[in-house]
């Protein structure tokens, strides 16, 4: 009977260490199969990033060339209206300095008759008149000058007779200062004597003063 029971116990341990087994081996195939969907996983995500990259780095390109066009189309379109503007410019300008050239022809010609037209007209009347009025303007400088000449003499005159009245008068004023200074000194002379005189005549009175007392 125990023996009975020791191998039920076996067997039953022995099942259990086959299912525990069982288990493991079957934790082991699902793990080993999440990490080959993982890893599939992670290969499939990193060719549709490469892809995907490969995808951005094409749309660069094709937009960087599809501006390059676009810049050399455009380029294009401005040579072609720079041209075409220069074209229209140089139309214009010449128009303009044709233009300029006959209105400057047509003026021209009207200063031409009006000049002819004046010198008739001066030849016929103008000259004569012209002639009286250089006689007069002849007759009127030399009264000028004469009228000139009299003013720069009597102003001459004036000049001269000022100065020669300034020059005695310094004369004179230079005269009076030096008597004036010829004066002042004979003073301090004069008073310099009496002062000595007084300082005298002040000894001798003390002198006299003190002989009594003697």
């Not at 082991?28 to 999440?34: A, D, F, K, P, V």
């Not at 189309?73 to 075409?84: C, D, G, M």
């Not at 001066?122 to 000259?127: F, I, L, R």
């Not at 008073?191 to 001798?204: C, F, G, H, M, R």
């Amino acid at each position: 009977m125990e023996f009975m029971r020791k191998r039920l116990q076996e067997e039953q341990f022995e099942r259990m260490l086959k299912y525990e087994k069982e288990r493991e081996d079957e934790m082991r195939m699902h793990q080993e199969s999440l990490a080959a969907q993982y890893k599939r996983v992670v290969m499939e995500s990193a060719e549709e990033e490469m892809k995907r990259k490969q995808l951005i780095a094409t749309r660069h390109i094709l937009l960087k060339q599809l501006q390059e066009a676009e810049a050399r189309e455009l380029r294009e379109r401005y040579s072609v209206l720079q041209r075409t503007f220069s074209h229209w410019r140089s139309k214009v300008m010449e128009g303009k300095v044709q233009c300029k050239r006959a209105a400057a022809f047509h003026t021209w010609k009207q200063q031409l008759v009006v000049w002819r037209a004046w010198r008739r007209y001066y030849n016929d009347v103008v000259y004569s008149r012209h002639q009286k009025i250089q006689e007069d303007i002849l007759r009127e400088t030399k009264h000028a000058n004469i009228a000139d000449n009299h003013f720069q003499k009597r102003k001459q005159r004036e000049c001269f007779t000022a100065w020669r009245c300034w020059a005695r008068q310094s004369v004179t004023e230079k005269a009076e200062r030096k008597l004036a200074a010829e004066k002042k000194l004979l003073m301090e002379k004069c008073l310099a004597a009496a002062a000595a005189v007084s300082k005298k005549e002040k000894s001798t009175d003390c002198d006299s003063a003190l002989i009594p007392l003697l």
